[in-house]
T-cell receptor, first 112, second 114 residues
Framework: DAKTTQPPSMDCAEGRAANLPCNHS???????VYWYRQIHSQGPQYIIH???NNETNEMASLIITEDRKSSTLILPHATLRDTAVYYC?????????????FGTGTSLTVIP | DAGVTQSPTHLIKTRGQQVTLRCSPK?????VSWYQQALGQGPQFIFQ???????QRGNFPDRFSGHQFPNYSSELNVNALLLGDSALYLC?????????????FGPGTRLTVT
């Protein structure tokens, strides 16, 4: 079952930073936070993941709070192509497999 | 380097029929997972195959079955189709043996049951 809570929808102006929050208050110490996004009618696309340190890659930054109960995905300069549903996922511990349990995600609309 | 491919792209079936969906994983990957995504919902985990065996299973009835072949490709079979089985079926591959848990998703197969 999904272990995360996300707002159902958000808007962001083109060129501005998009900050997508996620609550995962029951996360265990060895569970990772993953972010995927799904553009309409396509398969989900990996964005970034982290355990407890902040992470950055060419697509986004992931900020995880010190108590690990919440995180924020940051798209630094949102474009129209970033309009998608964003899923925050807590991956189960290694010995139970690497399947993901998706919630309903946040539908991000980037406005021109 | 080919990514995850799925066939067919779209499929229309009648209630009670059986369907087989196919997935070829990303080159070098050894694990295939299947997900069902109903309209407006997030993907739901069906099962995962590794070393030609079902390794993990989500909350889906036995009408959903699968297979993994020696070349790591996989099939999803659904028997006695119900209207509620209409959904986008996603295949995801990963390299479990390499300790990587990032999953790469295919474009999906859109199944419509009438």
């Amino acid at each position: 079952d999904a272990k995360t809570t996300q707002p159902p929808s958000m808007d962001c102006a083109e060129g501005r930073a998009a900050n997508l929050p996620c609550n995962h208050s029951t996360i265990s110490g060895n569970e990772y936070v993953y972010w995927y996004r799904q553009i309409h009618s396509q398969g989900p696309q990996y964005i970034i993941h982290g355990l407890k340190n902040n992470e950055t890659n060419e697509m986004a930054s992931l900020i995880i709070t010190e108590d690990r109960k919440s995180s924020t995905l940051i798209l630094p300069h949102a474009t129209l192509r970033d309009t998608a549903v964003y899923y925050c996922i807590v991956r189960p511990a290694l010995n139970t497999g690497n399947q993901f349990y998706f919630g309903t995600g946040t539908s991000l609309t980037v406005i021109p | 380097d080919a990514g995850v491919t799925q066939s067919p792209t779209h499929l229309i079936k009648t209630r009670g029929q059986q369907v087989t969906l196919r997935c070829s994983p990303k080159s070098g990957h050894d694990t295939v997972s299947w997900y069902q995504q109903a309209l407006g919902q997030g993907p739901q985990f069906i099962f995962q195959y590794y070393e030609e065996e079902e390794r993990q299973r989500g909350n889906f009835p036995d009408r959903f079955s699968g297979h993994q072949f020696p070349n790591y490709s996989s099939e999803l079979n659904v028997n006695a189709l119900l209207l509620g089985d209409s959904a986008l079926y996603l295949c995801a591959s990963s390299l479990l043996a390499g300790g990587s848990y990032e999953q790469y998703f295919g474009p999906g197969t859109r199944l419509t049951v009438t």
